[in-house]
């Protein structure tokens, strides 16, 4: 929490490395919205410190800020907490919290996976047997339903 001139300049200078590290523009939250300062630091000392927000990592070359949702790699999609040591605390919802790495976050949803997997003939045709009788119970729901 920002409550002093010196605190407003100490997150400032974390702001700075954390985005000099990634490479990326320095930007923070002003009022809610986001804004780009690489060419007007002297936006910091301009305005109130309690308007303004700074990120608390960079995902993918993007800040994250309190409030922004993420995905894990189960998909589902989370609002940040906080973040300590690269590791994020998501809020999961009933008071649960979510705890992945910086690695295991990200702005766009998983990858569907594709797993192959080799069946004998006698298995494949017990699946076969299995997905038909799915199929035909399906259908049959479906038929009732719809009447």
């Known amino acids: 929490m920002i409550k002093t001139r010196a605190d407003l300049?100490?997150?400032?200078?974390?702001?700075?490395?954390?985005y000099d590290e990634a490479g990326v523009n320095y930007q923070i939250k002003f009022d809610g919205i986001e804004i780009n300062i690489n060419q007007k630091l002297s936006v910091l000392t301009d305005y109130s410190?309690?308007?303004?927000?700074?990120?608390?990592?960079?995902?993918?070359?993007?800040?994250?800020?309190v409030g922004d949702e993420l995905y894990i790699e189960d998909g589902r999609k989370l609002p940040c907490v906080n973040?300590?040591?690269?590791?994020?605390?998501?809020?999961?919802?009933?008071?649960?919290?979510?705890?992945?790495?910086?690695?295991?976050?990200?702005?766009?949803p998983p990858k569907p996976k594709t797993v192959m997997v080799e069946l004998l003939r006698e298995d494949a045709e017990e699946l076969a047997k299995v997905v038909t009788f799915e199929g035909r119970i399906a259908s049959a729901a479906k038929k009732a339903l719809d009447k």
Do not use: Q
């Open 9 to 18: 300049f100490e997150a400032a200078a974390k702001m700075m490395r954390m």
């Open 49 to 65: 410190s309690h308007r303004i927000e700074f990120p608390l990592s960079i995902v993918e070359g993007r800040p994250v800020f």
């Open 83 to 108: 973040i300590r040591n690269d590791v994020f605390e998501l809020d999961a919802g009933n008071g649960w919290r979510c705890y992945p790495r910086n690695d295991h976050v990200s702005w766009n």
